[in-house]
């Protein structure tokens, strides 16, 4: 077999993909396109996970509420952040910092309440991006920290989640710039 002709082959049948390719990209949407520019992963920083600064969240935070979702919210400025660790300040505390928790009392199975908490992690995940930059506008803030607490006792489909957590960032988002 000659493999010029093989190669030759193979290119008559690329280039016809090669210009869908190219037709499909530039038909992208502008969140797509904004979502292959930016990596929207969710990292060890943006997770809480300090057990004083979670304590302080519940016993002093802010609350909004939009059914099945429940945001408890806490902007905590340097001085005060700094205050709250014995030592240092742990390297790897984000700006934006969130937890999620689905009460055992709402959903009693173990997989119903992984599910709802991978849902709303996942419309955090994609919807967290205004309210990281509104924060990081603020000057002297340390950190946010949030907590999604999941009300409903059904599963509900993550277009529902969806929706709701848009409309609770978009909330807080509107209460930090003022």
């Not at 920083?45 to 304590?55: A, N």
Request: charge should be positive.
């Amino acid at each position: 077999m000659d493999t010029p002709s093989h190669l030759s082959l193979l290119t008559s049948h690329l280039s016809p993909l090669t210009s869908h390719l190219s037709l499909l990209t530039s038909h992208l949407s502008p969140l797509t396109k904004f979502m292959t520019e930016h990596r929207l992963t969710l990292r060890k920083p943006e997770k809480l996970r300090h057990k004083r600064l979670v304590g302080d969240l519940f016993s002093e935070g802010n609350s909004l509420y939009d059914f099945p979702l429940r945001l408890v919210w806490r902007l905590i400025d340097e001085e005060t952040l700094r205050g709250s660790f014995r030592a240092d300040l742990p390297r790897q505390l984000g700006n934006v910092q969130m937890l999620i928790t689905v009460p055992k009392k709402k959903r009693r199975h173990a997989v119903d309440r992984v599910l709802m908490r991978r849902r709303i992690r996942e419309a955090y995940r994609l919807n967290r991006l205004p309210l990281k930059e509104a924060v990081d506008r603020i000057p002297d803030a340390g950190t946010l920290s949030l907590a999604f607490i999941y009300l409903s006792d059904q599963n509900l489909p993550y277009a529902t989640i969806d929706k709701k957590m848009r409309k609770l960032l978009s909330r807080l988002t509107d209460l930090i710039r003022s």
